[in-house]
Every structure is written in structure tokens, then in C-alpha cells.
T-cell receptor
């Protein structure tokens, strides 16, 4: 299994500002994902972070709002831009050892970043 | 888009009672995975089912994949306080189910 760390663990931000969340994995992984989870709710996939190319966004999520970087196989960042209170949520980094396009491998999750926008 | 529904949404049981959560997909699945999320924690992978009608066991947990590969279930026998948490299923499109929150009355 992979050990995943996220920074920051939590933050309180003002509306209109941006926050960048970092995800670090202790080993090289093929696939990295970013999820959002509101308290008491399920997980919603934001995007797949692709190494060396633009992230693949799910319906309802756009690059201008959630720019993602993945400079190598162990690190990724998610930025929440121009935040509003509706962005208050837990943001989770996830990795899988499965090859690209083969989504039948288990996922491992980071501890999450709890974001509150005031 | 694909929807993955779970029932019930909540389940409160006395310690020692059994618990079952059901996962239903609107489309046929190539595989299904189950995860457990403890309160305040992150999801942890439990198991993957691939074959039609497949049944797998992990101690007191029994996982089943439907014959039509559109539904799955997780059954816990004789629940313990350590079973508390939310159980999610996940399809191959990385879509998580709505989850079932299990609470245990000691």
C-alpha cells in the first residue's frame, strides 16, 4: 500500500482567495486522483491528475476553478480558485497502482484537507 | 451519468446483530469495490469483486456480486464496535456509492 500525505490538513480561507493543496506519495504511482467530500456525503471525483499532461476533469469541474499539477509520479497539487462558501469541503488525494485506463485496482487515500470558506 | 445507489442510508444496530448494505448500479459493472470510512478518517479499501455471482469472505464480512453484475452487497455478521463507519461501494468509473452509515449500540 501507498502512504499519502496532504498539506495543509485544514484551512480557513476568505471568499475570493485561492488555496493550493499538496499531495505527496511515498512511492511512484501511475494514477492520482482528487476527490471532494462534503461532511456526511459520498466522494465526488474532481479529476484525474496525469503526469506530464493536463488533468482529466469530471463533468461539473473545470480547470479554471480547480487547476491541477502533477510534475512527477509522487506529487500533485490541487488549487481551489476564487473560493466561495460552497467550496467548503474535504478534499482528498487518492492514488492507484493500476495502469492508465485500467481502473480495477484499489485506491489509497490521503488524510484529506478540510477547507472552510468564510 | 452513472449512478450508484446504496441502501439503507443509515443503520443503527445493537452490538452482536447482523448488518447488510446493498449497492445498486444503473449499468452493468465490470467490477465493484468496497471501502470503509471510519468517522473522521479516509476511505480504506476492503475488497474487489469481478465475477458474476462472486462471493468473498473476510472474517465476519461477506461480499457478494450479483449475477447480472449490477448490484452487490456487504454483510457483517455479529457486529462489533470496531465496525462503526460508513461503507461505500465503488464502480470501475471511480464513482462511489451514496454510502451506508453504520452505528453500533453497545
Amino acid at each position: 500500500s501507498a502512504v499519502i500525505s496532504q498539506k495543509p490538513s485544514r484551512d480557513i480561507c476568505q471568499r475570493g482567495t485561492s488555496l493550493t493543496i499538496q499531495c505527496q506519495v511515498d512511492s511512484q504511482v501511475t494514477m492520482m486522483f482528487w476527490y471532494r467530500q462534503q461532511p456526511g456525503q459520498s466522494l465526488t471525483l474532481i479529476a484525474t491528475a496525469n503526469q506530464g499532461s493536463e488533468a482529466t476533469y469530471e463533468s461539473g469541474f473545470v480547470i479554471d476553478k480547480f487547476p491541477i499539477s502533477r510534475p512527477n509520479l509522487t506529487f500533485s497539487t490541487l488549487t481551489v480558485s476564487n473560493m466561495s462558501p460552497e467550496d467548503s469541503s474535504i478534499y482528498l488525494c487518492s492514488v492507484s497502482s493500476g495502469a492508465s485506463g485500467i481502473r480495477r485496482y484499489e485506491q489509497y487515500f490521503g488524510p484529506g484537507t478540510r477547507l472552510t470558506v468564510t | 451519468g452513472q449512478q450508484v445507489m446504496q441502501i439503507p442510508q443509515y443503520q443503527h444496530v445493537q452490538e452482536g446483530e447482523d448488518f447488510t448494505t446493498y449497492c445498486n448500479s444503473s449499468t452493468t459493472l465490470s467490477n465493484i469495490q468496497w471501502y470503509k470510512q471510519r468517522p473522521g478518517g479516509h476511505p480504506v479499501f476492503l475488497i474487489q469483486l469481478v465475477k458474476s455471482g462472486e462471493v468473498k469472505k473476510q472474517k465476519r464480512l461477506t461480499f457478494q456480486f450479483g449475477e447480472a453484475k449490477k448490484n452487490s452487497s456487504l454483510h457483517i455478521t455479529a457486529t462489533q464496535t470496531t465496525d462503526v463507519g460508513t461503507y461505500f461501494c465503488r464502480n470501475e468509473k471511480l464513482t462511489f456509492g451514496t454510502g451506508t452509515r453504520l452505528t453500533i449500540i453497545p
